[in-house]
């Protein structure tokens, strides 16, 4: 099993940045594909970035290309979140995810485990 905690969001003005943590725990980090979900009030939770199972490319949406990096440090178990240019369209909680066995990065049942969430509200 793994465990995932996030952190690192917070409030900040429209066109500031926040950088996400994602520290992961339990089984190899290395045997799983990590992704970044969101979620805003009374909408579905959405993809946001995912790096492919073999970790050579990373994925995006339309929404945060060009403003947002995933990127991750394996001696630190822990994947990130860059998130610069913020809109406040990008306001929701945020949740890192693990995968194992998977193509299917958008999808949200394609993951295996959860982070709890961390908070990024953007300020107009």
């Known amino acids: 099993q793994v465990q995932l905690v996030e952190s690192g969001g917070g409030l900040v003005q429209a066109g500031g940045s926040l950088r996400l943590s994602c520290a992961a725990s339990g089984r190899t980090f290395s045997s799983y594909a990590m992704g970044w979900f969101r979620q805003a009030p009374g909408k579905e939770r959405e993809f946001v970035a995912a790096f492919s199972w073999s970790g050579g490319r990373t994925y995006y949406a339309d929404s945060v290309q060009g403003r947002f990096t995933i990127s991750k440090d394996n001696a630190k178990n822990t994947v990130y979140l860059q998130m610069n240019s913020l809109k406040p369209e990008d306001t929701a909680d945020y949740y890192c995810?693990?995968?194992?066995?998977?193509?299917?990065?958008?999808?949200?049942?394609?993951?295996?485990?959860w982070g709890q969430g961390t908070q990024v509200t953007v300020s107009s």
């Open positions: 995810a693990a995968r194992a066995a998977s193509v299917y990065y958008k999808r949200t049942d394609a993951y295996d485990y």
